[in-house]
């Protein structure tokens, strides 16, 4: 399919940030091409259970990191030129150099781990040059990757190990030799080779590779074209497109910029024709592309980065990061229906075949009931084969899967092809079920891995393994089966299948290039911020700064994650900030009596780093989107951060109210209130902030909807004025309390002690406690408290009156959260049983907002209303 100078334009865009910018042919080029590919299949090998089965090509952890990095600075250096001036059709002989010379750093422990394992902590002279090396290698392929500012705060962290005991009294620290930092930061898992680059081997390249993969094999065609055949007849459709096909694509897509492209090319000039602008158009495009990395199950990588943070399980991160993606998705959708009834924009998209109401509801009605029925059967009976025939239960599962999969491809056989294109000239709204039968094969990796994760209990990355094997197998065997359907020649879709296929998995390795280098150049960051104490002393200084106030601390991170992802990806963002500010903020809660839980504090970094790619000056997916719009990228971004301002508001929400993260939810009733008024809360702050609700709004009217926001997100702080959620018992009923609470309730308790400087301090900590185990279900009273507290890594003793913590479990729940060993329990939060719900104010918050509604459905009907141009705003 040939492409216009624009499409031309995007893709050189995205080969320049995600792949390289280098499209090299020739030997070379197949060089590239083959490193790449065996890097794919080593990942794949390495998340498989075959290496244990076969008792073969075993790698432990830091051998896969060391492979997985000196492959990644290899093909940094051959995929990446040095500057936008150089040649991107030959490698010259100075990269070839380097890219061997990095590789052999990169990959150092894996090729001399025995003899280094030999002799730990005493650093040859051959080790020191090596790591010496390596790390200015990694720095400039850092640079050539994702820009030159990761890479000076890299250099500069380095300096700050060196010149510590030169430096003022509050960042001094004694210093490293340079032997200390090599061994620190290259010959150990404490720097370059951490956890950071442990979860891009593990989990991330797997996924990043399923996202590939899907893209090859034309699902997200397949979505964009689903998301037209059932919005496009709305009014603002084309908008409404961009957000629906943005969250999809974004579920397995880790790039703002790609997922830009993939659907603004064809969004962009749709909405600009419908009446939106370019501005407006653009914005929309990057505010729901830049969202897609906050959607499960990838979210731009940082769920698995999370699973080792915080210590939770992959389907708890996913459990808690649902509600807060569908909310900022859910508003989008309506900030754009504002925007429609704004600008008088009407439907634009025709219907290929009109039908009366009632066909189109039994068409669809078929569709959805007979696709509910095939995926339950495939349910039921998968389940009911590992009760009963347990040794045939894969097998019988991956059968019943193949004639699914083949009934699949039949039945789309016998229809035509979708358009790879949405026509912006003769826009036409395809029929819904005809659209959704032609690929809902694309389901079934997808349906894989849900099957693993939630079913099967699998680890996410060998979850990974078996739908990107799912995916492997369709995209060879798919287009060879339609043709036999289709009674044609098997032998050119046999090919193609092979090529795109090939050609998936080494564009899924090239993509991980940038995200292999951010996780090195991230955990050589983190080494340095372990090696000096810097964390110790940020804490003293978010202290200092925000004056022991929760609310200008979390200001005051949000910033710093602002100005730091203008100049290095989410991903390295995230990371940074885990490490340096997220338990900085725990800890200081902590000591304002404050329980924020650690995966709350988490999100909230992860999600203003990812701001930065919507705000000015430096967001690629900006420029991405104006290059298509043709606007200036300054206006698109200023838009884009008006519109993700709904997503800036959210973090600072379940930081303080966790029921938004789906913590302490108690049955599905609570859970139900919760989402609806969390989606009201959503609704009332989209309609504020766009001053337009039916009508334009009034000032108060706007602050009407601010003070409902507000009651429905945070209804416990009006609760609270009311009765206490938590009255203090002495510490000597803890055991009793930890008996009594619900599986999943926090035991929250306040302690005082020393810390490691001498500093006599208090604070509240909190654990949530887990349903007793089989063997232990029959204890009841204390000993059950003392069992529930032990699961979660605590240690209880009792002197008299005094209640001590005599340990807490590395690497424990309890330690994440703060409870500190040796230190006096005095007092216990007892669950307060005489509070009102807090879900009353909800009431009084839908009279308010169905107050505004019902003022300006009056002034709708006997007012004539403005229509704004699309250059205007309110």
Same mark, same amino acid.
């Given at each position: 399919?040939?492409?216009?100078?624009?499409?031309?334009?995007?893709?050189? /865009?995205? +080969?320049?940030?995600?792949?390289?910018?280098?499209?090299?042919?020739?030997?070379?080029?197949?060089?590239?091409?083959?490193?790449?590919?065996?890097?794919?299949?080593?990942?794949?090998?390495?998340?498989?259970?075959?290496?244990?089965?076969?008792?073969?090509?075993?790698?432990?952890?830091?051998?896969?990191?060391?492979?997985?990095?000196?492959?990644?600075?290899?093909?940094?250096?051959?995929?990446?030129?040095?500057?936008?001036?150089?040649?991107?059709?030959?490698?010259?002989?100075?990269?070839?150099?380097?890219?061997?010379?990095?590789?052999?750093?990169?990959?150092?422990?894996?090729?001399?781990?025995?003899?280094?394992?030999?002799?730990?902590?005493?650093?040859?002279?051959?080790?020191?040059?090596?790591?010496?090396?390596?790390?200015?290698?990694?720095?400039?392929?850092?640079? #050539?990757?994702?820009?030159?500012?990761?890479?000076?705060?890299?250099?500069?962290?380095?300096?700050?190990?060196?010149?510590?005991?030169?430096?003022?009294?509050?960042?001094?620290?004694?210093?490293?030799?340079? +032997?200390?930092?090599?061994?620190?930061?290259?010959?150990?898992?404490?720097?370059?080779?951490?956890?950071?680059?442990?979860?891009?081997?593990?989990?991330?390249?797997?996924?990043?590779?399923?996202?590939?993969?899907?893209?090859?094999?034309?699902?997200?065609?397949?979505?964009?074209?689903?998301?037209?055949? /059932?919005?496009?007849?709305?009014?603002?459709?084309?908008?409404?497109?961009?957000?629906?096909?943005?969250?999809?694509?974004?579920m397995v897509s880790a790039s703002s910029t790609a997922n830009v492209v993939t659907t603004g090319i064809f969004t962009i000039p749709l909405m600009k024709r419908a009446g939106y602008g370019g501005v407006r158009a653009g914005a929309i495009e990057t505010a729901a592309s830049a969202d897609g990395q906050i959607m499960p199950p990838v979210m731009g990588a940082a769920a698995f980065l999370m699973i080792e943070y915080v210590g939770i399980p992959y389907t708890e991160i996913i459990k808690h990061a649902l509600l807060p993606?569908? /909310?900022?998705?859910?508003?989008?959708?309506?900030?754009?229906?504002?925007?429609?009834?704004?600008?008088?924009?009407?439907?634009?998209?025709?219907?290929?075949?009109?039908?009366?109401?009632?066909?189109?509801?039994?068409?669809?009605?078929?569709?959805?009931?007979?696709?509910?029925?095939?995926?339950?059967?495939?349910?039921?009976?998968?389940?009911?084969?590992?009760?009963? =025939?347990?040794?045939?239960?894969?097998?019988?599962?991956?059968?019943?899967?193949?004639?699914?999969?083949?009934?699949?491809?039949?039945?789309?056989?016998?229809?035509?092809?979708?358009?790879?294109?949405?026509?912006?000239?003769?826009?036409?709204?395809?029929?819904?079920?005809?659209?959704?039968?032609?690929?809902?094969?694309?389901?079934?990796?997808?349906?894989?891995?849900?099957?693993?994760?939630?079913?099967?209990?699998?680890?996410?990355?060998?979850?990974?393994?078996?739908?990107?094997?799912?995916?492997?197998?369709?995209?060879?065997?798919?287009?060879?089966?339609?043709?036999?359907?289709?009674?044609?020649?098997?032998?050119?879709?046999?090919?193609?299948?092979?090529?795109?296929?090939?050609?998936?998995?080494?564009?899924?390795?090239?993509?991980?290039?940038?995200?292999?280098?951010?996780?090195?150049?991230?955990?050589?960051?983190?080494?340095?911020?372990?090696?000096?104490?810097?964390?110790?002393?940020?804490?003293?200084?978010?202290?200092?700064?925000?004056?022991?106030?929760?609310?200008?601390?979390?200001?005051?991170? %949000?910033?710093?994650?602002?100005?730091?992802?203008?100049?290095?990806?989410?991903?390295?963002?995230?990371?940074?900030?885990?490490?340096?500010?997220?338990?900085?903020?725990?800890?200081?809660?902590?000591?304002?009596?404050?329980?924020?839980?650690?995966?709350?504090?988490?999100?909230?970094?992860?999600?203003?780093?990812?701001? %930065?790619?919507?705000?000015?000056?430096?967001?690629?997916?900006?420029?991405?989107?104006?290059?298509?719009?043709?606007?200036?990228?300054?206006?698109?971004?200023?838009?884009?951060?008006?519109?993700?301002? #709904?997503?800036?508001?959210?973090?600072?929400?379940?930081?303080?109210?966790?029921?938004?993260?789906?913590?302490?939810?108690?049955?599905?009733?609570?859970?139900?209130? =919760?989402?609806?008024?969390?989606?009201?809360?959503?609704?009332?702050?989209?309609?504020?902030?766009?001053?337009?609700?039916? =009508?334009?709004?009034?000032?108060?009217?706007?602050?009407?909807?601010?003070?409902?926001?507000?009651?429905?997100?945070?209804?416990?702080?009006?609760?609270?004025?009311?009765?206490?959620?938590?009255?203090?018992?002495?510490?000597?009923?803890?055991?009793?309390?930890?008996?009594?609470?619900?599986?999943?309730?926090?035991?929250?308790?306040?302690?005082?002690?020393?810390?490691?400087?001498?500093? +006599?301090?208090?604070?509240?900590?909190?654990?949530?406690?887990?349903?007793?185990?089989?063997?232990?279900?029959?204890?009841?009273?204390?000993?059950?408290?003392?069992?529930?507290?032990?699961?979660?890594?605590?240690?209880?003793?009792?002197?008299?009156?005094?209640?001590?913590?005599?340990?807490?479990?590395?690497?424990?729940?309890?330690?994440?959260?703060?409870?500190?060993?040796?230190?006096?329990?005095?007092?216990?939060?007892?669950?307060?049983?005489?509070?009102?719900?807090?879900?009353?104010?909800?009431?009084?918050?839908?009279?308010?907002?169905?107050?505004?509604?019902?003022?300006?459905?009056?002034?709708?009907?006997?007012?004539?209303?403005?229509?704004?141009?699309?250059?205007?705003? =309110?």
């Open positions: 399919m040939s492409t216009t100078p624009i499409e031309h334009e995007l893709q050189q /865009l995205v +080969e320049e940030v995600d792949r390289g910018g280098r499209t090299t042919t020739g030997v070379f080029g197949a060089i590239v091409f083959a490193v790449a590919l065996c890097w794919a299949f080593f990942q794949l090998w390495y998340a498989s259970p075959l290496p244990f089965t076969f008792h073969f090509a075993i790698f432990n952890d830091t051998e896969a990191r060391a492979l997985h990095l000196g492959i990644a600075m290899f093909l940094a250096y051959v995929a990446f030129p040095a500057s936008k001036k150089s040649n991107r059709e030959r490698i010259p002989i100075y990269d070839w150099i380097l890219a061997l010379l990095a590789g052999f750093c990169g990959a150092y422990l894996f090729l001399f781990y025995k003899d280094l394992a030999l002799r730990p902590g005493i650093p040859t002279t051959t080790d020191v040059v090596t790591a010496s090396i390596g790390l200015m290698l990694l720095l400039e392929a850092t640079r #050539r990757a994702l820009g030159a500012p990761m890479t000076a705060l890299g250099a500069v962290v380095i300096l700050y190990v060196f010149l510590g005991p030169w430096l003022p009294d509050a960042l001094a620290h004694r210093g490293a030799s340079i +032997e200390r930092l090599a061994s620190h930061m290259w010959l150990t898992t404490e720097g370059v080779f951490g956890v950071a680059l442990g979860v891009s081997v593990s989990y991330i390249f797997i996924f990043v590779m399923l996202g590939s993969l899907l893209d090859r094999c034309g699902a997200g065609n397949y979505m964009m074209q689903v998301s037209f055949s /059932l919005l496009g007849h709305l009014r603002g459709g084309p908008a409404k497109v961009a957000v629906m096909s943005s969250a999809v694509n974004g993606a569908m /909310l900022s998705y859910i508003s989008l959708f309506y900030i754009v229906h504002l925007e429609a009834l704004k600008l008088g924009i009407q439907p634009m998209l025709g219907v290929a075949k009109e039908r009366t109401l009632l066909q189109k509801i039994s068409r669809i009605g078929m569709g959805v009931s007979g696709t509910a029925i095939v995926i339950a059967l495939v349910y039921w009976v998968g389940v009911g084969a590992q009760q009963l =025939v347990p040794q045939y239960a894969f097998g019988i599962l991956v059968s019943l899967l193949v004639v699914l999969y083949v009934g699949l491809v039949g039945m789309a056989s016998r229809y035509d092809d979708l358009p790879e294109t949405v026509s912006v000239t003769d826009p036409v709204r395809p029929e819904v079920w005809a659209t959704v039968r032609t690929g809902l094969f694309f389901l079934i990796p997808i349906g894989i891995l849900v099957w693993s994760l939630t079913i099967e209990r699998l680890s996410p990355g060998l979850s990974a393994f078996w739908a990107v094997v799912a995916m492997i197998v369709l995209m060879f065997t798919r287009k060879p089966l339609q043709a036999f359907f289709r009674k044609q020649s098997i032998r050119a879709p046999l090919v193609e299948g092979f090529k795109d296929t090939f050609g998936g998995l080494q564009a899924g390795a090239r993509n991980m290039i940038g995200i292999a280098l951010a996780c090195g150049t991230a955990g050589l960051i983190v080494g340095a911020i372990t090696l000096t104490g810097l964390g110790l002393r940020m804490t003293a200084f978010v202290e200092l700064v925000s004056m022991g106030n929760v609310l200008i601390m979390l200001g005051f991170t %949000a910033v710093v994650c602002l100005v730091l992802g203008l100049g290095m990806p989410t991903t390295a963002n995230y990371i940074l900030m885990a490490t340096l500010m997220a338990p900085v903020v725990v800890e200081l809660g902590a000591q304002n009596g404050l329980v924020i839980p650690l995966i709350a504090v988490h999100m909230f970094v992860f999600y203003y780093g990812l701001m %930065a790619d919507i705000t000015p000056p430096v967001g690629l997916a900006t420029f991405a989107a104006a290059a298509i719009a043709g606007e200036d990228p300054l206006r698109i971004g200023i838009q884009g951060f008006k519109y993700a301002i #709904r997503t800036a508001v959210l973090p600072f929400m379940f930081v303080f109210n966790p029921l938004l993260l789906l913590i302490g939810i108690d049955g599905p009733f609570e859970l139900i209130v =919760v989402v609806a008024g969390a989606i009201v809360g959503s609704l009332a702050f989209a309609a504020a902030t766009m001053g337009w609700m039916r =009508v334009r709004s009034t000032a108060l009217e706007i602050i009407v909807c601010l003070l409902v926001t507000f009651m429905m997100f945070r209804p416990d702080w009006f609760m609270d004025y009311i009765a206490p959620k938590y009255t203090a018992v002495p510490a000597s009923q803890i055991y009793e309390v930890a008996a009594n609470l619900k599986p999943g309730d926090p035991i929250v308790v306040k302690i005082e002690g020393m810390n490691i400087e001498g500093d +006599e301090l208090s604070k509240t900590v909190a654990v949530p406690l887990g349903a007793l185990p089989g063997d232990a279900a029959d204890l009841r009273g204390p000993e059950a408290g003392r069992k529930r507290l032990s699961d979660m890594g605590v240690g209880i003793m009792t002197l008299g009156d005094r209640v001590q913590i005599s340990n807490v479990g590395f690497g424990s729940q309890a330690r994440r959260s703060g409870w500190e060993q040796g230190w006096d329990v005095v007092s216990v939060q007892k669950p307060n049983p005489d509070r009102p719900s807090e879900y009353l104010l909800f009431l009084p918050a839908l009279f308010l907002i169905g107050f505004v509604w019902w003022r300006q459905g009056i002034r709708l009907r006997t007012e004539p209303q403005p229509i704004l141009q699309p250059g205007q705003s =309110v």
